[in-house]
């Protein structure tokens, strides 16, 4: 199996490659020929040494040719590096909706592909799923209440009701009237998973949740009303499943990444080995959530279904969690600059017909937060 990884510097890329050091030693046969990344030259060159892959690609930084990998650089470097190495697997890792490209050229030119870049089903849609029917390319998702749900779903009848779980993020017993002081520290210091910057942020508000249930919503053809969240503190639970007839099935884990990216590569095999989790230690609880600690999830459930929202609701979110990482925005600043997106851009008439208007509304959605803060 050839397999490539967009991202392959970040959270999910880093484990990825853990991933395929464990399956190398299990004999399982494959050839990393592809790796992205985005600025992170140093750490590009490290995996280049440690995996001598045939091509790789840097989007910002100048780098040489290195030994016998061929690195392609700038823009687009990601999709010109998925053209030659022409992989039969494309993990997904890449961050922000800068990976929907890497997704559309991964779906066409893959066998299959482990999403982790939800902002491709978020912004995707339908058209997603349309676009790798056309290609007839799998995707397996990586997100782990979603490969949680694929692992649940797998050989019985369709679920009536799904719930995926949340931990609460770093802010989840903060009192309200704090967090517009909160800082960038406090955010990412996650309880439970160690993640990306985003995605970290995206935890304490409940967006990441949020983007989750659009995922879900469109991963498994569900009808809203039957999308739950509870929150489980220590993320043992990712998802549950339940039947008309009552029964509930638990997707119960240790909480590591590396199952699901391991699982949507070796699928329907399990190669990946890993310890049980205690079950008199880590006992099973959960908590409903409260939307006056955790508005963004509400207000996903309002978009759920419409594209254009969704995509708002997304880009919004990324160039507020970057402008409250650079110190120009509150905490408590990203659910309003969100709202105030999908105020406003829900009274612009813009048809989503093809993927050049997600990503042009996506730059748009951007441009006007920027301006906003910024004039
Ligand atoms: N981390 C986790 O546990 C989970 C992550 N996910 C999803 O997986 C995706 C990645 O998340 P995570 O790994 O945490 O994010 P990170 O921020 O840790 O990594 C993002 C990766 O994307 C790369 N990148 C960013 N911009 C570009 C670009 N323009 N071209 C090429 N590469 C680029 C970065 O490169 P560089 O660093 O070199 O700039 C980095 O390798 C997200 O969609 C996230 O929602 C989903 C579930 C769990
Ligand atoms: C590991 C993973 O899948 C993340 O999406 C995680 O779920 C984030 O933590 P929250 O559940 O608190 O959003
Ligand atoms: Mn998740």
């Given at each position: 199996m050839k397999i490539a990884i967009t991202g392959v510097t970040g959270s999910i890329g880093t484990q990825t490659l853990d991933v395929l050091r464990f399956l190398k030693k299990k004999n399982f046969n494959f050839e990393l020929v592809g790796i992205s990344a985005g600025k992170n030259k140093n750490r590009l060159i490290e995996i280049i040494k440690e995996f001598s892959p045939k091509y790789a690609s840097l989007e910002f930084g100048e780098i040489e040719k290195f030994n016998e990998t061929q690195i392609f650089i700038?823009?687009?470097?990601?999709?010109?590096?998925?053209?030659?190495?022409?992989?039969?697997?494309?993990?997904?890792?890449?961050?922000?909706?800068?990976?929907?490209?890497?997704?559309?050229?991964?779906?066409?030119?893959a066998k299959r592909i482990g999403l982790a870049n939800k902002e491709s089903i978020v912004c995707g849609g339908d058209m997603l799923f349309e676009y790798a029917k056309?290609?007839?390319?799998?995707?397996?998702?990586?997100?782990?209440?979603?490969?949680?749900?694929?692992?649940?779903?797998?050989?019985?009848?369709?679920?009536?009701?799904?719930?995926?779980?949340?931990?609460?993020?770093?802010?989840?017993?903060?009192?309200l009237n704090k967090l517009n002081n909160v800082t960038v520290k406090d955010v990412l210091n996650h309880p439970v998973w160690s993640m990306g910057k985003r995605i970290t942020?995206?935890?304490?508000?409940?967006v990441n949740k949020g983007l989750e249930v659009i995922e879900a919503y469109y991963l498994f053809?569900?009808?809203?009303?039957?999308?739950?969240?509870?929150?489980?503190?220590?993320?043992?639970?990712?998802?549950?499943?339940?039947?008309?007839?009552?029964?509930?099935?638990?997707?119960?884990?240790?909480?590591?990444?590396?199952?699901?990216?391991?699982?949507?590569?070796?699928?329907?095999?399990?190669?990946?080995?890993?310890?049980?989790?205690?079950?008199?230690?880590?006992?099973?609880?959960?908590?409903?959530?409260?939307?006056?600690?955790?508005?963004?999830?509400?207000?996903?459930f309002?978009?759920?279904?419409?594209?254009?929202?969704?995509?708002?609701?997304?880009?919004?979110?990324?160039?507020?969690?970057?402008?409250?990482?650079?110190?120009?925005?509150?905490?408590?600043?990203?659910?309003?600059?969100?709202?105030?997106?999908?105020?406003?851009?829900?009274?612009?008439?813009i048809q989503i017909n093809n993927f050049d208007d997600i990503i042009s509304l996506d730059n748009k959605v951007k441009e006007y937060l920027i301006n906003l803060y910024t004039l």
């Open positions: 700038g823009k687009d470097s990601t999709i010109k590096m998925l053209e030659k190495a022409d992989p039969d697997f494309v993990l997904v890792a890449t961050g922000g909706s800068v990976g929907i490209k890497h997704t559309l050229k991964a779906i066409e030119i056309k290609y007839n390319t799998e995707i397996i998702p990586v997100d782990s209440e979603h490969s949680a749900l694929f692992q649940l779903e797998k050989g019985d009848v369709k679920p009536s009701k799904i719930i995926i779980t949340a931990s609460g993020g770093a802010l989840r017993d903060w009192p942020i995206d935890s304490a508000t409940m053809n569900l009808k809203k009303e039957n999308i739950n969240v509870l929150i489980n503190r220590n993320s043992h639970i990712h998802a549950i499943i339940g039947y008309p007839d009552g029964v509930m099935k638990f997707h119960y884990g240790i909480p590591d990444m590396k199952n699901p990216i391991a699982y949507s590569i070796t699928y329907p095999d399990r190669l990946y080995e890993y310890k049980y989790p205690d079950l008199i230690l880590e006992p099973i609880i959960f908590e409903k959530i409260d939307y006056n600690r955790y508005p963004s999830l509400k207000l996903a309002d978009i759920l279904g419409n594209q254009k929202l969704q995509i708002v609701y997304n880009a919004a979110d990324e160039i507020s969690v970057q402008m409250f990482l650079n110190g120009e925005i509150r905490y408590t600043e990203i659910y309003k600059s969100i709202y105030q997106a999908i105020e406003y851009f829900d009274k612009k008439r």
